[in-house]
Each structure stands twice: as C-alpha cells, then as structure tokens.
C-alpha cells in the first residue's frame, strides 16, 4: 500500500482508513494521501491528483480529503466518530477511487465536470461508491454511517437532505443483500 498521512493526527483515523484500504487490493499500487483539513463543503472527498507530469504518463495519484469537523458543524469532531462509521465512510470514499480507475486521467477532468453540472451523474457516482464498498464487505459499515449521520442531532439539515438525495437510502443498501443469494436457474421440462 502507498498511504501518505498528511495533518493526520489521530492513530483511530489513521487505523481505520488501513483497515478500509486493505480490502481494496486494486488500489494498492497507487500512491494515495490522506490529507486532513478544515473544509466548508463536505467532510470528505475523493480526488484524483492530476499534473503535468501525469496527464500524458497515465500515472495515477489520489487524494482523499478530510475534514477536522463533520459537515458544518464546529463541535463534532471527525476524529471523535464510532470507528465503524468512520470505516463505512472511507469504504464509500475508496469505492470512489475504484470507480475513477476505469477513466484516464482526461477522462477524470471531464468526469468532474460532469459531477459538478449534472445532477442525475452526481447520484450515479455516489450510488457506484456504496455499491462498491457494499461489494468489498462493508455493508454494515455503510448502514452504520447513514443511520449515524441522518440521527444526530448536531449534523445540519442542509447535509442530510443531500444525502437523502443523492445516495443510496438505508433500505436500497439492505436491499442489496438480496444479490448475495446465489442465483438459481429455472430449468423447465
Ligand atoms: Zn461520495
């Protein structure tokens, strides 16, 4: 793995971002930095690094942003959330990375883009994440982390109402469950 911690303080963010990483083997041979600052807009985002250097070469660098609080708040330390939520939520953040894989780092320009201006891509992209953490075994961890957020008193109401419109519900993810039956087919005489 090619983890670099950046303004990470805590060994408990630190761990569980490991143990996220580690069921995520295809993203191993590539350089990815944790990096902890205080944002506006989201707590967490995955972004691909993009230069000069890597744009022609191909090389790809990640970036996963952290914020010190979660969403707006200024008392709700990230640092201080249940460990199984934090785990759920980077699962979700390198199932971004998983999703960005398939593009060149071109392709990765005109994907942010498309992010930024389009709604129903936006929900596409967050939908692929979960499924892909769900994917990786984390499913319980995602539900933890949509009940921990959407329940507590001291996430604002602008953060949960995004989540209700852009990512899987509580019930899609339980829903997923359902793929894990192995098929049957029906063979008719
Ligand atoms: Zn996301």
């Known amino acids: 793995m090619k ?6 303080k805590s060994q408990k963010i630190k761990d569980s ?3 996220a990483l580690k069921a995520y083997d295809d993203l191993h041979v590539h350089s990815i930095t944790l990096y902890q600052k205080r944002v506006k807009s989201s707590t967490m985002q995955a972004q691909p690094i993009i230069n000069l250097s890597n744009i022609l070469s191909g090389v790809k660098k990640y970036r996963i942003k952290l914020g010190v609080f979660v969403s707006s708040s200024d008392t709700l330390k990230v640092e201080d959330v ?3 939520v934090m785990k759920g939520w980077f699962a979700h953040e390198l199932g ?10 071109l392709g990765m320009i005109k994907y942010g883009l498309k992010y930024v201006f389009s709604d129903s891509f936006k929900m596409k992209a967050e939908h692929e994440a979960d499924y892909i953490a769900i994917e990786r075994g ?3 961890e995602i539900i933890a982390t949509k ?3 959407l ?11 995004k989540l209700n419109k852009y990512y899987l519900s509580i019930e899609q993810v339980e829903l997923c469950n359902l793929n894990e039956i192995p098929f049957e087919p029906i063979i008719e005489k």
């Open 138 to 140: 984390f499913r319980e």
């Open 147 to 149: 009940e921990w957020l």
């Open 3 to 8: 983890v670099k911690f950046k303004e990470v």
């Open 17 to 19: 971002f490991l143990e």
């Open 82 to 84: 249940p460990q199984e």
């Open 151 to 161: 329940n507590h008193d001291l996430v604002d109401q602008g953060y949960k109402n």
């Open 96 to 105: 971004h990375l998983v999703d960005y894989l398939s593009y060149s780092n």
